[in-house]
C-alpha cells in the first residue's frame, strides 16, 4: 500500500511538473530520429523507458511506412503477449519489457518511417491513460556494384564539331557518387567539361584532340569502396598538325637542301593526323606549278628537279577536310667542293688565333728577361771578349804576364775607399781610350798606390 502510494506520488509529481513548464512528458525516449542501416546487415531502434514497468500496465504498436505512403503494421503488444505481421516474424524482434526492435538483414524495402505509439496506464490511477509516440526515420543503403559507362554517339568523333556525352550507372547502390578519369587523371569542371549533380553524365563540347584516351569512372557511397567501371577509348578525328619535310640525304639548312648532282634523292613528309593524311608533292616554278608524285615518300633523281626552285608538301585530312601545307627550296650542287671551300676559312680562324697567341707569349717572354738578364750589359760584354778563349788551369800567382791579357773591372769595396777611388779614375781612363790594350797597358793604368799597398798587404 505504501508502494503504490509512493508510484502515484511519483507520476502526479511528474505530471504536474510537465504541466507547468509547458513541455511533453518523457515516459519513453529514442537517442536518434534518423537511423542508417546497411543492406543485409542489422538494425536495432532502442527505445528507453523512463517509468516502472512493474507499475503500470502497457499497450503499444509499431508501425511503417513506405516512403511511397504505404504503412503496415509490424507488431502489436502488451505486457503478456504480441502479435507479429507475418511478413517480418522472421525478420523482426520486439524487446519487452523495454519496447525496443530489431530488424534483422535490411532490406531496401525497409526504408522509411517508423512509428511508436504507447499507452501507458498506472495502476491504481483511476483509469487514466497517457499516450506516448515517437518517430524515426530509417535509411537503407545499398553498396555499389561495378559501374557501367556508355558513349553517345558510339562511333569516333570529329574535332571541333562533335560533342560527346559520357553516362555512368551502377545497377545496385543508393547515395552514388560518380568521379570520371581520363587515362586514370581525374576529370574537373571547365570550360568544355560539364557534369550533372552527381557527376553521373559528363559532357565534352565541342571535342579537340587532347579529349582522346581511355575513359572509365568511379562510384562510390558512405557504405561501401568506390568500383570502376570498364575503360572505354575515345577516338577523336583530328589533324594534319606540325606539317614537316626531311631528308637523310645532302646538307639541310632550314627549309634549304642542298644535294649533289645526279643523286638519288628521298624526302619524306609527315604530320600528326587522325586518320593518316593523303600527301602530295609540288614543284614550283616560273611557268608554273605541278603534281610530281603522291605519297608520303618523295624518290626522284636531282638531275630530274634541277628546273624547279621550290617545292612543297601539302597533306590532307578526308575527315576532318583540313590541310596544311610545307614548303621548301632544293639546291642542286657539289656538297665536296663547298667543303672544301669551307675548309680555308676555319683553318684562317684557327691560324690567326695561333699567331696571335704566339705573339702575345712573345712579348711576355722579352719584358721578362729585360728586367731579370739585362741584355745591353750581356752584350757589350759578348762584344768586347777575344775571339779565342782557351780554358788554362787555375795558377796561383803570375807566372806569365800574357796570360793576363784582358780587359778587367774595378770594384768598389766598403772600408777601400783610396783604392777605390783610383781604381776607377784608372778605369775611366783606360774605357775612354781609343783601339785595343794590351796587358802592360792595363797594369800600366793601374794605380801606384793600389800595387803598393796590395804588396804590403
Keep these: 500500500m505504501e508502494a503504490a502510494g509512493r508510484t502515484m506520488l511519483c507520476f502526479l509529481s511528474f505530471l504536474l511538473l510537465a504541466l507547468l513548464t509547458g513541455t511533453r512528458s518523457q515516459f519513453i525516449y529514442i537517442p536518434s530520429s534518423v537511423y542508417h542501416g546497411v543492406e543485409g546487415k542489422p538494425l ?3 527505445v528507453e523507458t ?8 502497457i499497450q503499444g504498436t509499431w508501425s511503417h511506412a513506405s516512403p511511397s505512403g504505404v504503412r503496415s503494421t509490424l507488431v502489436t503488444f502488451n505486457k503478456e503477449s504480441l502479435i507479429t505481421d507475418m511478413s517480418y516474424r522472421e525478420r523482426l524482434i520486439f524487446r519487452e519489457p523495454n519496447v525496443s526492435l530489431t530488424i534483422w538483414s535490411l532490406r531496401p524495402d525497409d526504408e522509411g518511417d517508423y512509428q511508436l505509439k504507447l499507452n501507458i496506464e498506472f495502476h491504481n490511477n483511476t483509469g487514466q491513460v497517457i499516450r506516448e509516440e515517437r518517430t524515426v526515420h530509417v535509411t537503407v543503403d545499398v553498396p555499389v556494384s561495378v559501374p557501367v559507362i556508355e558513349k553517345s554517339p558510339s562511333q569516333p568523333v570529329v574535332e571541333d564539331t562533335s560533342n560527346v556525352t559520357w553516362t555512368c550507372t551502377v545497377h545496385r547502390g543508393t547515395r552514388v557518387h560518380f568521379q570520371w578519369l581520363r587515362d586514370d587523371v581525374a ?5 568544355r567539361h560539364h557534369f550533372s549533380g552527381d557527376n553521373a553524365t559528363l559532357s565534352i563540347s565541342p571535342v579537340r584532340k587532347e579529349d582522346r584516351g581511355r575513359y572509365r569512372c568511379l562510384a562510390s557511397n ?4 568506390g568500383r570502376y567501371s570498364t575503360a572505354k577509348e575515345l577516338t577523336v578525328y583530328y589533324g594534319p598538325y606540325n606539317l614537316e619535310v626531311n631528308s637523310g640525304q645532302g646538307l639541310q639548312t632550314g627549309k634549304v637542301f642542298t644535294i649533289n648532282p645526279g643523286e638519288l634523292v628521298f624526302f619524306e613528309c609527315r604530320a600528326d593526323s587522325n586518320p593518316p593524311n593523303s600527301y602530295v608533292w609540288i614543284s614550283k616554278s616560273r611557268n608554273g606549278s605541278s603534281v610530281i608524285m603522291e605519297g608520303p615518300r618523295l624518290e626522284v633523281l636531282s638531275y630530274q628537279l634541277a628546273q624547279a626552285e621550290e617545292y612543297l608538301c601539302r597533306a590532307f585530312n578526308n575527315v576532318t577536310q583540313k590541310q596544311d601545307e610545307a614548303q621548301f627550296t632544293l639546291v642542286v650542287a657539289s656538297l665536296e667542293t663547298e667543303k672544301h671551300t669551307q675548309k680555308p676559312n676555319s683553318s684562317s680562324v684557327l691560324a690567326a688565333v695561333i699567331v696571335g697567341s704566339l705573339f702575345v707569349i712573345g712579348c711576355m717572354l722579352l719584358l721578362f728577361i729585360r728586367r731579370t738578364c739585362h741584355p745591353k750589359r750581356v752584350l757589350m760584354s759578348i762584344y768586347n771578349r777575344p ?12 807566372e806569365d804576364a800574357t796570360e793576363d791579357f784582358g780587359i778587367y773591372e774595378f770594384v768598389s769595396i766598403p772600408g777601400k775607399m783610396e783604392s777605390a777611388q783610383a781604381s776607377c779614375r784608372s778605369l775611366a781612363r783606360l774605357e775612354s ?4 790594350h794590351t796587358i802592360y797597358d792595363v797594369i800600366r793604368h793601374v794605380p801606384e798606390m793600389s800595387c803598393h799597398s796590395r804588396l804590403q798587404s
Excluded: N, Y
Excluded at 387 to 398: I, N, V
Design 44 to 46: 536495432d531502434v532502442l
Design 222 to 225: 558512405p557504405v561501401s569502396r
Design 387 to 398: 775571339l779565342c778563349e782557351h780554358k788554362r788551369p787555375h795558377r796561383s800567382g803570375h
Design 50 to 57: 523512463r517509468f516502472p514497468l512493474g507499475e503500470a500496465e
Design 433 to 436: 781610350a781609343e783601339g785595343t
Design 187 to 191: 576529370l574537373t569542371p571547365s570550360e
